[in-house]
């Protein structure tokens, strides 16, 4: 008997044990902490109940943006196995793209989040299937969630935005407020601009789980949350309006149109075409229909009352009426080599529309003689223009509480000697400039300011189109308050003359929109016209105007664009007619 | 005679506070939904002691003369279990108010019946039939478990023939060829890896000075072994193959037995050095560990005690194993000194599978947490082999 392989056998089993020893000590020293989490995740469940983001609302008392109830997937990545293979198999169950997976994934682990919501719209097929299949699926989590809901859909995708899944970065800044990886957020429009009310507070809750998941009860801890739901925002929009302009650019493919209220800036209608429908960034969209979107030569994702950037055409002789005036360069007895239909200006033949004749400095802005403005402007000089287009609020954001707003283009020597070299430019790019075309870009939302300034007798005020914010509660918390934000230099006599000539434009028999005249016991309209040629096919049609009632008190300011849409006087003036005979209509109980 | 000289202090007290140790967590475990599983063990318990004092006047001699007996009997009672019982997994018979699983009874009288084998052959120690007929006595036992089919128990089998043939002194190069058709199993379904194990075999062999006839024999052991193996493999049970697949990638399959394992992992890992306390576990309140109670047992040790109750235990099993050992050389008996040393190794390395396989060390295979877990059969063998242990240390003088 070999009595060593006794005590031999020792060294076998302290060698064993050895090894389980540094085994047991990895799991419970060193993995102590990652395991105690695992196991408080265990029993305790944290959930982040959303808080209900406020409604929108337009002044007519119509919902525009609201909530409603969707079953949503969440995903527990403590008991998720992330392979490509687990993740190819989900995306295949609930219909998601394995990338955008991937990419939901990759954003809660750089935020140290422990849940991600795979789809917001599970329908009850996917509902059933997964509650069925609740043993192979610990990892997920249904829950009957409210989400944003545009009821009008694109009607006012342009006013109200949209909101999507928050991103990454965007959580990354947003974490303090209470942000979760599932939330939603507030991507443009009122939704981006409004989010800090509209979004209110996440709560938090914990609850008892068993070992399926399910939950046994809830739990009071000290990190536990009340959720506090979003405030309602109160739009200047009139639903009946906005609907109303819908159905009128049904035969139009593209253009906008913005009715304020010139007392207050308020935004009652912003209409842009083509639209979207947002509600798809909350149920998800599907590739092809976000690159249709995306690349869509319409390009309907663009708001084209604050970001469309067109040439204003004839409209643009407002400015240089003005300014001409103001700088005592013209009067009413200021002559120009009369309008015979060309003229010649640095060895280039312009064109007017029309053969004119000789006019004045006010018949030429009725007629729209781009003959005399050319010469006009020369006159004044292209600075002079310059310094009248921003004095007007061109070139500059008119600060509307819409979240996206371009400044335009409007050039002056500095830019031209630097777009053509010094002494390269020459009167010719003067002339275009003066009719608003060349290198000059406006917005819509900008022209309507103008509008409201000349309505306003120089006073500017900004446009909005968020009138006050109310808590669930009824408490009002923001209201709009109407500030003079500066008054513009011209003097009051020459807006006098130029309120006149614009209201010649459209009451006397030779102006260019006549097509807006409306029956005088109505009031009256008041506008120019623009047609703007473009490099993109026919020339873009304007009609900005101001809708005076019978009383003698403007009321609206009205901007139509229609794109490609031909003569200023044709459909935009028709258009202006029909939205203020509308709005008259509504006023009076319609 | 006085009773009290007959019980080793330093055998008994350990066995008691692991007794205890064992009840205090089986309780934690179970009081919430299933106390009757502890007041079943509790009966197991007493049962177990009146068992072991009873032992204590049964000379070895009388293991002795019955081991042949004995295993007959165990054999029977595996077969008979096979043709009675029509479930799919066989492994106990239900006597109405308990459950008697015979492999348990087996292991104990296998460990009694090979020494006794082995000191008949005292000349012939190294003969091929000594080697041939250990194999045929363990593999029968073997296969009529591993058929039940229950896989951790007849690991352990292999584990007991192993120990006794090293213990008795068997010689390496023997053993190594009794181990490596058991290897050739394992290397069989990676085809080309076998064949560079049979080249490796073949080269140890011819170094060794091995007959060739020998060599032939082994060659031919390890081809058949490894030819046979996948065979087997397919005729396992999906549970079992399950089993093994899962320690490969225990994240997997988060249902089955991996899920398991990553929930005992996460009850051991959680205790810490001081543990949580007693009946402060979360893993097992919530029927996080579904066999918490039997084969995972260890996570509510290391959850509610932490480091410190897995030392408490390697401590009691060190205080045994270094009387054993004390005691062992001292034995006058050649057959009570292998007996003593093969069941107090056996059941070190039975502690020593399951703690690993709870925390992922090796695979899962069922090896009960000798008592701990849950499990009349197991608790009582566990005490018949602590009784002959400490029956044998008493009658050390005796020579028979």
Not at chain 1, 357 to 386: H, R
Not at chain 1, 485 to 502: D, G, H, I, P
Request: hydrophobic share 45%.
């Amino acid at each position: 008997m070999s009595q060593d392989r006794y005590t031999n056998f020792i060294f076998l089993i302290v060698l064993l044990f050895f090894i389980q020893v540094i085994f047991i000590i990895d799991l419970q020293f060193f993995e102590n902490r990652y395991y105690k989490t695992l196991s408080e995740g265990n029993s305790y469940r944290k959930v982040i109940v959303p808080a209900v983001r406020g409604n929108i609302i337009s002044s007519d008392s119509v919902v525009i943006a609201t909530s409603k109830k969707y079953f949503s997937l969440f995903c527990n990545l403590d008991k998720f196995d992330i392979t490509a293979d687990n993740i190819l198999n989900i995306s295949k169950i609930i219909e998601v793209d394995p990338d955008s997976i991937n990419q939901m994934i990759g954003d809660a682990k750089r935020n140290n989040e422990k849940e991600i919501c795979l789809k917001n719209n599970l329908n009850i097929d996917d509902v059933t299937f997964i509650e069925e299949n609740r043993n192979h699926f610990p990892e997920f989590d249904i829950r009957y969630q409210p989400k944003r809901y545009y009821p009008y859909e694109y009607l006012y995708s342009h006013i109200v935005g949209y909101v999507g899944k928050i991103t990454g970065n965007e959580l990354y800044e947003l974490k303090m407020k209470g942000y979760s990886i599932s939330d939603f957020v507030g991507k443009t429009g009122v939704e981006k601009s409004y989010e800090s009310f509209l979004k209110g507070r996440n709560g938090i809750k914990y609850y008892e789980v068993d070992v399926t998941g399910d939950i046994v009860r809830e739990v009071e801890q000290k990190n536990s949350l009340k959720k506090i739901n979003g405030d309602d925002i109160f739009l200047s929009i009139n639903h009946k309006l906005q609907s109303y302009i819908d159905t009128i650019f049904k035969d139009f493919q593209s253009g906008t149109a913005i009715v304020l209220d010139c007392k207050s800036g308020g935004i009652l209608s912003l209409y842009s075409k083509p639209s979207f429908d947002p509600n798809i960034f909350i149920t998800g969209i599907r590739n092809d229909v976000w690159e249709y979107l995306r690349t869509n030569i319409f390009s309907p994702f663009l708001n084209r009352a604050t970001n469309g950037l067109y040439p204003p055409g004839s409209v643009f002789k407002i400015v240089t009426f003005l300014t001409a005036l103001q700088d005592e360069k013209a009067d009413s007895n200021t002559f120009f080599q009369p309008c015979y239909g060309s003229i010649m200006i640095s060895n280039r033949i312009f064109k007017c529309w029309k053969v004119h004749n000789e006019l004045n400095l006010f018949d030429a802005l009725i007629n729209s003689c781009d003959i005399y403005f050319y010469q006009l402007g020369m006159k004044v000089g292209v600075d002079a223009i310059y310094r009248g287009a921003t004095e007007l609020g061109f070139g500059d954001l008119t600060g509307v509480d819409i979240f996206e707003e371009s400044r335009g283009i409007i050039p002056d020597s500095k830019f031209l000697n630097k777009k053509y070299g010094k002494n390269m430019w020459g009167m010719g790019q003067i002339a275009n400039l003066s009719i608003g075309q060349g290198d000059i870009l406006v917005t819509p939302i900008q022209v309507a300011s103008m509008f409201l300034i000349i309505a306003n007798d120089g006073k500017v005020i900004r446009p909005h189109v968020v009138d006050s914010v109310k808590t669930k509660n009824g408490e009002k918390i923001f209201e709009y308050t109407k500030k003079i934000q500066r008054e513009v230099k011209f003097e009051k006599k020459y807006l006098k003359l130029l309120k006149n000539s614009l209201y010649n434009v459209v009451n006397s028999d030779n102006g260019t929109a006549l097509l807006a005249r409306i029956d005088k016991n109505l009031g009256y309209i008041s506008g120019k016209t623009g047609t703007a040629e473009n490099s993109s096919g026919e020339p873009h049609a304007w009609f900005g105007s101001i809708y005076t009632d019978k009383d003698g008190n403007d009321r609206l300011v009205i901007v139509v664009v229609i794109e490609n849409g031909g003569h200023g006087g044709d459909d935009p003036a028709k258009i202006t007619k029909m939205i203020v005979e509308k709005y008259l209509r509504i006023k009076n109980g319609f | 005679m006085d009773f009290k000289k007959k019980l080793d202090p330093f055998i008994v007290l350990p066995l008691l506070a692991l007794s205890i140790f064992g009840l205090l967590v089986l309780f934690s475990v179970v009081h919430n939904d299933s106390i009757s599983i502890f007041y079943k063990q509790l009966i197991w318990f007493f049962i177990s002691l009146i068992l072991f004092v009873g032992i204590q006047f049964i000379p070895i001699k009388i293991f002795y003369i019955s081991a042949y007996l004995l295993y007959f009997f165990s054999i029977s009672l595996l077969v008979f279990l096979k043709v009675v019982n029509k479930a799919p997994v066989e492994r106990w018979f239900d006597f109405g108010i308990a459950y008697i699983q015979p492999s348990e009874f087996a292991k104990v009288s296998l460990i009694l019946t090979l020494p006794r084998f082995l000191l008949s052959r005292k000349e012939k120690k190294d003969s091929f039939l000594t080697l041939f007929v250990s194999y045929i006595i363990v593999l029968i036992p073997f296969f009529l478990i591993f058929f039940q089919p229950d896989l951790g128990t007849s690991i352990l089998f292999i584990i007991i023939l192993f120990l006794i043939l090293y213990l008795y002194g068997i010689k390496f190069i023997n053993l190594f060829i009794l181990f490596t058709p058991i290897l050739s199993i394992i290397f069989s379904f990676f085809p080309i890896f076998w064949i560079f194990y049979l080249f490796f075999i073949a080269f140890v062999l011819y170094f060794s000075k091995v007959d060739f006839i020998k060599l032939l024999k082994v060659f031919f052991a390890n081809i058949i072994f490894g030819g046979l193996a996948p065979v087997v493999w397919n005729s396992l049970r999906d549970y079992q193959k399950n089993r093994i697949i899962s320690y490969l990638s225990p994240q997997k399959d988060i249902h089955g037995y991996g899920w398991n394992l990553l929930q005992s992992k996460i009850g051991i890992g959680s205790g810490g050095i001081f543990g949580k306390g007693f009946l402060n576990g979360t893993q097992k309140g919530l029927n996080f560990v579904p066999q918490q109670h039997t084969d995972f047992i260890f996570s509510a040790v290391g959850e509610e005690f932490g480091f410190l109750g897995y030392l408490f235990i390697l401590t009691m099993l060190s205080i045994i194993l270094l009387r054993v050992l004390y005691n062992v050389n001292r034995i006058k008996s050649k057959y009570t000194k292998l007996v003593v040393y093969s069941f107090t190794i056996f059941i070190i390395v039975e502690y020593f599978l399951n703690i690993s396989m709870s925390c992922g060390l090796i695979p899962i295979v069922g090896v009960p947490l000798p008592l701990f877990s849950y499990g009349g059969s197991s608790y009582l063998t566990t005490f018949i082999m602590f009784a002959i242990i400490n029956r044998g240390i008493d009658e050390r003088d005796r020579y028979w």
